[in-house]
């Protein structure tokens, strides 16, 4: 399976952007790029996902790069309720594999 | 609403003791999937299911076990076997394959002494 490579944590300020980074360089040319974030004690939620071109919606935004070995996950604007586990996933069939993921912690 | 239920919230049990986690969801999913979450790690895949009367093993089944007789419902079974069941379970569902995205329940965190 195609895995992804993030940074143990991250910290931001408030207001501020942030752009969390996901290697995978292994990745093929069916996996699209998930992104999801999890607040401690809760399920997962579902952030944005991606194929080749660049996406985005109104929680972030996704930068692809064009050899799709790696890729940017954009937050316009820390808030604290931003403060997460944001985790980086290729998913091609049915199932997903997690990795250990990028703690976010936004600071006032 | 629509949604992932998942019940109880904690669960206590004695070592030995199957017990088994249920998994609801009414967003007309096809997909349903189990996963596992120890203290500081991500998730782990236990088991899912593409459609109703099938279902495949992810990374970690052994110990536990897992039906699927109908489309919105997809419990689990921590069987005896389970060396170290103590963790928190998540489930979760999705239309299908790769351009869906997962919507998760908000988790049984299972405590067994």
């Known amino acids: 399976d195609a895995k992804t490579t993030q940074p143990n944590s991250m910290e931001s300020n408030e207001e501020e952007p942030v752009h969390l980074p996901c290697n995978h360089s292994?990745?093929?040319?069916?996996?699209?790029i998930h992104w999801y974030r999890q607040l401690p004690s809760q399920g997962p939620e579902y952030v944005i996902h991606?194929?080749?071109s660049n996406v985005n919606n109104r929680m972030a935004s996704l930068a692809i790069a064009e050899d799709r070995k790696s890729s940017t996950l954009i937050l316009h604007r820390a808030t604290l309720r931003d403060a997460a586990v944001y985790y980086c996933?290729?998913?091609?069939?049915?199932?997903?594999?997690f990795g250990a993921g990028t703690r976010l912690t936004v600071k006032p | 609403d629509g949604g992932i239920t998942q019940s109880p919230k904690y669960l206590f049990r004695k070592e030995g003791q199957n017990v088994t986690l249920s998994c609801e969801q009414n967003?007309?999913?096809?997909?349903m999937y189990w996963y596992r979450q120890d203290p500081g790690q991500g998730l782990r895949l236990i088991y899912y299911?593409?459609?109703?009367?099938?279902?495949q093993k992810g990374d970690i089944a052994e110990g536990y076990s897992v039906s699927r007789e109908k489309k919105e419902s997809f419990p689990l079974t921590v069987t005896s076997a389970q060396k170290n069941p103590t963790a928190f379970y998540l489930c979760?569902?999705?239309?299908?394959?790769?351009?869906?995205?997962?919507?998760f329940g908000p988790g049984t965190r299972l405590t067994v002494t």
């Open positions: 979760a569902s999705s239309r299908g394959t790769g351009t869906h995205e997962q919507y």
């Open positions: 292994t990745i093929s040319g069916t996996d699209y």
């Open positions: 991606g194929l080749t």
């Open positions: 996933i290729l998913r091609d069939h049915d199932d997903m594999r």
């Open positions: 967003l007309n999913h096809d997909a």
């Open positions: 299911s593409q459609i109703v009367n099938d279902f």
